[in-house]
């Protein structure tokens, strides 16, 4: 169920930033760059039926949308860290084998 909730390429990213607090949209497609704004919609709007995520809409001119964690999406937050710290380990062991590949090949 978890899975479901939070599977797709970006949602766990996008809670990731979220934990922080309220991000305006344009934050959040500057902070995950390589996401498509259509991208982007999609999964909020899918966080956002999950209950995960609250879109606020501020009546301002031009409008100002804000997105945060709900109480359910902040539940997430162990979860969602563990997901990112063994993410930076894997990248490091993957940079570091790389390092050692490379020291092979030129020996």
């Given at each position: 169920?978890?899975?479901?909730?939070?599977?797709?390429?970006?949602?766990?990213?996008?809670?990731?930033?979220?934990?922080?607090?309220?991000?305006?949209?344009?934050?959040?497609?500057?902070?995950?760059?390589?996401v498509?704004?259509?991208?982007?919609?999609?999964?909020?709007?899918?966080?956002?039926?999950?209950?995960?995520?609250?879109?606020?809409?501020?009546?301002?001119?031009?409008?100002?949308?804000e997105?945060?964690?709900t109480?359910?999406?902040?539940?997430?937050?162990?979860?969602?860290?563990?997901?990112?710290?063994?993410?930076?380990?894997?990248?490091?062991?993957?940079?570091?084998?790389?390092?050692?590949?490379?020291?092979?090949t030129?020996?």
């Amino acid at each position: 169920m978890t899975l479901d909730l939070i599977c797709g390429k970006w949602k766990a990213a996008i809670i990731y930033q979220l934990l922080t607090g309220a991000v305006r949209f344009s934050e959040l497609k500057r902070r995950l760059s390589k996401v498509t704004q259509r991208m982007l919609t999609r999964q909020l709007r899918d966080l956002e039926a999950a209950g995960l995520v609250i879109r606020t809409v501020y009546p301002e001119a031009p409008p100002r949308v804000e997105y945060s964690l709900t109480v359910l999406g902040r539940s997430l937050e162990p979860v969602i860290r563990v997901i990112h710290n063994w993410g930076d380990a894997h990248l490091l062991r993957e940079e570091n084998g790389r390092i050692d590949e490379s020291r092979r090949t030129t020996n």
